[in-house]
């Protein structure tokens, strides 16, 4: 079946950067777009950055510059870079799939950014 499993968050200094990974199995990942969205306490989910198949990409305004998303198809695997983080970058961070009318999320990954 789908399955999408995200690693690599953890507890970083505000200025600092983490990368976040997300491989998935169960479909033919290279041709599909893959998202991440994140979730901070409190508030509801937001998208965070887009690859498509392509490799072209699109960023929250909130993190334009800062994070880069990118793709490895062979390894079935999508990275989100985080640099420059802020205290506000805090929150549990999901890929997502849009695969027909059907949203696949992995399990996420807590991000922690200390000021």
């Known amino acids: 079946q789908v399955q999408l499993v995200e690693s690599g968050g953890g507890l970083v200094q505000a200025g600092g950067s983490l990368k976040l990974s997300c491989t998935a199995s169960g479909f033919i990942f290279r041709i599909f777009a893959m998202a991440w969205y994140r979730q901070a306490p409190g508030k509801q989910r937001e998208w965070v950055a887009t690859?498509?198949?392509?490799?072209?990409?699109n960023y929250a305004d909130s993190v334009k510059g800062r994070f880069t998303i990118s793709r490895d198809n062979a390894k079935n695997t999508v990275y989100l870079q985080m640099n420059s983080l802020k205290p506000e970058d805090t929150a549990v961070y999901y890929c997502?799939?849009?695969?027909?009318?059907?949203?696949?999320w992995g399990q996420g990954t807590q991000v922690t950014v200390s000021s």
């Open positions: 690859i498509t198949s392509y490799t072209s990409t």
């Open positions: 997502n799939l849009a695969i027909g009318s059907r949203d696949v």
